[in-house]
């Protein structure tokens, strides 16, 4: 599929540019223009598929299904966990949301399943990963990033930390909002879609190409498995270390998956990378300085340590079942 790209690289940096073939600046740069294109046609694609699908689950349907007073509390937290997968998100509406639901008496522990799996569960690394890695890997990503959403949504909602939520949060009234989704023609959706697909990528582009730039430097200038002995599956701490520097790294995750597919040629575990990825998507640093405008500190600090270490078993399960 992507052959007629590597010839336009390879024609950029050896007859345009005339870089010699087998340096390392040619590895670099020939990698550079290959890998942009490429993501950048991934990620058009897969997001404008994405958001043509959920058009259809606004935030406002996303919180109705999610507060039936008579659904089980098992389902609730599978539930949102799913929805987590397909609804939009990103940093900024972590405040708005996580009032919306609890304004509409979801129950606190549901309400951060939806939270974790909605950035963790990203449908661009999905559709990105299976790309770069095949259909297991994107499986055991998605399947494991549920995992952690519900299990710590489960851990939170049985520990009953409603007291650590701002007082102000349940005094706020945030009422219903008449959409009329279901009302939108199919050429509405598709037109809506494609400007969210251009002004997403206009938002974006930026940390993509950061991250396919370093991921760029390792190929040229590192040699291949040069990372094996300090973060391959024989070191117990790989995993734990790179959950630990992924926490207060900011990226989307179209920039990091450039940088896991580098890892696993450097010799970094499949598992160890992930936990890199998941951490950084999961638990953003902007994202926790928003959730302090909601959540007290000892709240906010049980949630990134429920979710670390469930990121940190992941990664061990990842180097485990893949050997």
């Known amino acids: 599929m992507f052959s007629p790209v590597q010839k336009f690289a390879d024609f950029?940096?050896?007859?345009?540019?005339?870089?010699?073939?087998?340096?390392?600046?040619a590895s670099a740069?020939?990698?550079?223009?290959?890998?942009?294109?490429?993501?950048?046609?991934l990620l058009f694609l897969i997001v404008f598929v994405i958001t043509f699908i959920r058009s259809f689950f606004s935030p406002e349907k996303t919180r109705e299904i999610l507060s039936h007073k008579k659904q089980n509390i098992f389902l609730a937290h599978i539930l949102a966990a799913l929805l987590g997968i397909v609804t939009p998100f990103c940093s900024c509406s972590a405040v708005p949301l996580f009032i919306g639901f609890v304004e509409a008496g979801i129950p606190l522990g549901v309400t951060f399943s939806y939270l974790i799996a909605a950035p963790m569960v990203n449908e661009?690394?999905?559709?990105?990963?299976?790309?770069?890695?095949?259909?297991?890997?994107?499986?055991?990503?998605v399947l494991s990033g549920e995992i952690i959403a519900i299990a710590s949504g489960i851990v939170i909602g049985k520990l009953h930390l409603e007291k650590y939520v701002e007082d102000y949060v349940f005094k706020i009234k945030v009422g219903t909002v008449q959409i009329?989704?279901?009302?939108?023609?199919?050429?509405?959706?598709?037109?809506?879609?494609?400007?969210?697909?251009?002004?997403?990528?206009?938002?974006?582009?930026?940390?993509?190409?950061?991250?396919?730039?370093?991921?760029?430097?390792?190929?040229?200038y590192i040699p291949t498995g040069a990372l094996a002995k300090i973060a391959g599956k024989n070191n117990p701490f790989a995993v734990v270390?790179?959950?630990?520097?992924?926490?207060?790294?900011?990226?989307?995750?179209?920039?990091?998956?450039?940088?896991?597919?580098?890892?696993?040629?450097?010799?970094?575990?499949?598992?160890?990378?992930?936990?890199?990825?998941?951490?950084?998507?999961?638990?953003?640093?902007?994202?926790?300085?928003?959730?302090?405008?909601?959540?007290?500190?000892?709240?906010?600090?049980?949630?990134?340590?429920?979710?670390?270490c469930g990121i940190i078993i992941t990664g061990y399960l990842f180097n485990f079942i893949l050997g």
């Open 124 to 141: 661009v690394a999905l559709g990105l990963l299976y790309a770069n890695f095949g259909l297991k890997i994107a499986l055991i990503y």
């Open 29 to 41: 740069v020939n990698f550079f223009i290959f890998d942009t294109i490429k993501i950048f046609i």
């Open 180 to 220: 009329a989704e279901d009302k939108k023609t199919l050429k509405q959706r598709l037109k809506e879609t494609l400007e969210f697909t251009i002004e997403l990528i206009k938002k974006v582009w930026v940390f993509v190409v950061v991250g396919i730039g370093i991921g760029a430097f390792l190929h040229g």
């Open 241 to 308: 270390f790179a959950t630990v520097l992924g926490i207060p790294l900011y990226s989307n995750a179209a920039g990091i998956i450039p940088l896991v597919s580098e890892f696993r040629r450097l010799g970094v575990s499949m598992g160890t990378s992930l936990s890199f990825m998941m951490s950084v998507t999961a638990l953003s640093l902007p994202e926790m300085i928003l959730l302090r405008r909601v959540l007290k500190p000892q709240l906010l600090g049980i949630f990134v340590a429920i979710v670390g």
């Open 12 to 25: 950029v940096t050896y007859n345009v540019f005339k870089i010699p073939q087998g340096s390392k600046l």
